[in-house]
């Protein structure tokens, strides 16, 4: 329940709040592994695994939402963008940089790429995934679970459940986190 709720509550999480989550995810951070499927993305386990080094593995969405359509995830296990802290923005420039070598390698123009998380509680995997996409959108339908809210003021992104991988950066940056309202 706490980890629904934290979900949707502002970007900057209190000191207690933090403490609460991070030991509950020590807690079942053995069991999460075992039963997260992205912990067990390699071709034996059905994935159409399209690069890989010691930290990532990118591969091919089993549903995609657009003409190109890649997940890249850590080898280590993340479990969302919700969790990260400005330490993290190497890992997600890392990220970053291997989509568009995705999509470089397809000659896609940067007009027609997009980017980004879901945040929960409106991912299906409590896995980090960056969601890497050549446009455009194979519907309507599909293009809907990845809208774009820009923020205004100090915020970097509005009220969403996607958060671009640009604005997860600078939100990052700032010494803020991620979630569903605007940060």
């Not at 890992?91 to 390698?105: A, R």
């Not at 599909?142 to 958060?163: D, E, L, M, N, T």
């Given at each position: 329940?706490?980890?629904?709720?934290?979900?949707?509550?502002?970007?900057?999480?209190?000191?207690?709040?933090?403490?609460?989550?991070?030991?509950?995810?020590?807690?079942?951070?053995?069991?999460?592994?075992?039963?997260?499927?992205?912990?067990?993305?390699?071709?034996?386990?059905?994935?159409?695994?399209?690069?890989?080094?010691?930290?990532?593995?990118?591969?091919?969405?089993?549903?995609?939402?657009?003409?190109?359509?890649?997940?890249?995830?850590?080898?280590?296990?993340?479990?969302?963008?919700?969790?990260?802290?400005?330490?993290?923005?190497?890992?997600?420039?890392?990220?970053?940089?291997?989509?568009?070598?995705?999509?470089?390698?397809?000659?896609?123009?940067?007009?027609?790429?997009?980017?980004?998380?879901h945040i929960p509680p409106?991912?299906?995997?409590?896995?980090?995934?960056?969601?890497?996409?050549?446009?455009?959108?194979?519907?309507?339908?599909?293009?809907?679970?990845?809208?774009?809210?820009?923020?205004?003021?100090?915020?970097?992104?509005?009220?969403?459940?996607?958060?671009?991988?640009?604005?997860?950066?600078?939100?990052?940056?700032?010494?803020?986190?991620?979630?569903?309202?605007?940060?």
């Amino acid at each position: 329940m706490f980890g629904f709720l934290s979900g949707l509550l502002p970007c900057l999480r209190p000191t207690q709040q933090s403490k609460i989550l991070e030991d509950e995810l020590s807690q079942k951070s053995p069991l999460i592994r075992d039963k997260c499927i992205f912990c067990h993305a390699t071709p034996q386990n059905g994935f159409n695994v399209v690069w890989e080094d010691e930290a990532f593995i990118a591969f091919k969405d089993h549903k995609p939402a657009s003409m190109h359509h890649f997940l890249v995830i850590t080898k280590a296990h993340v479990e969302s963008v919700r969790t990260l802290q400005k330490s993290d923005v190497p890992l997600i420039t890392s990220m970053k940089t291997i989509g568009d070598k995705l999509l470089d390698d397809l000659d896609v123009p940067s007009s027609m790429r997009r980017m980004g998380f879901h945040i929960p509680p409106f991912n299906s995997v409590y896995h980090l995934h960056l969601h890497v996409q050549g446009l455009p959108y194979t519907g309507f339908d599909r293009g809907v679970k990845y809208p774009i809210a820009r923020g205004r003021g100090s915020h970097q992104k509005g009220f969403s459940w996607f958060a671009e991988v640009d604005q997860s950066i600078r939100i990052l940056e700032q010494g803020k986190h991620i979630g569903v309202f605007p940060c």
